[in-house]
């Protein structure tokens, strides 16, 4: 079973920058493609980054791309989300996904119901 904790949020002006991290437990982790997505307040859920299980394969957003980066250290058992030139509709609650059901895939899915594991969120709010 794979648990995530997502940690780095907080409150930044527009143009900040912001670092997020979601820790997991579980020595399989390296197996997963990871997610990042977003929900901000009276909207749906939506897709902001992903990687693959090795690294080498990233999907972005429109919205986010050029601006976030997605990494992942698999000997930390951590992914991060470093985001810059922050925009205010940026400001949601951001959390992080595992992919278990397809492991070792070259690629990562975009597409949240492809995710079957899910940390409790950060708040990111980004001020004007």
């Known amino acids: 079973q794979v648990q995530l904790v997502e940690s780095g949020g907080g409150l930044v002006q527009a143009g900040g920058s912001l670092r997020l991290s979601c820790a997991a437990s579980?020595?399989?982790?390296?197996?997963?493609?990871m997610g990042w997505f977003r929900q901000a307040p009276g909207k749906e859920r939506e897709f902001a980054a992903a990687?693959?299980?090795?690294?080498?394969?990233?999907a972005y957003a429109d919205s986010v791309k050029g601006r976030f980066t997605i990494s992942r250290d698999n000997a930390k058992n951590t992914v991060y989300l470093q985001m810059a030139s922050l925009k205010p509709e940026d400001t949601a609650v951001y959390f992080c996904?595992?992919?278990?059901?397809?492991?070792?895939?070259?690629?990562?899915?975009?597409?949240?119901?492809?995710?079957?594991?899910w940390g409790q969120g950060t708040q990111v709010t980004v001020s004007s």
């Open positions: 996904a595992a992919d278990r059901r397809h492991p070792l895939t070259t690629v990562a899915s975009l597409n949240s119901e492809d995710y079957d594991y």
């Open positions: 579980g020595r399989t982790f390296s197996l997963y493609a």
């Open positions: 990687v693959s299980w090795r690294g080498d394969y990233t």
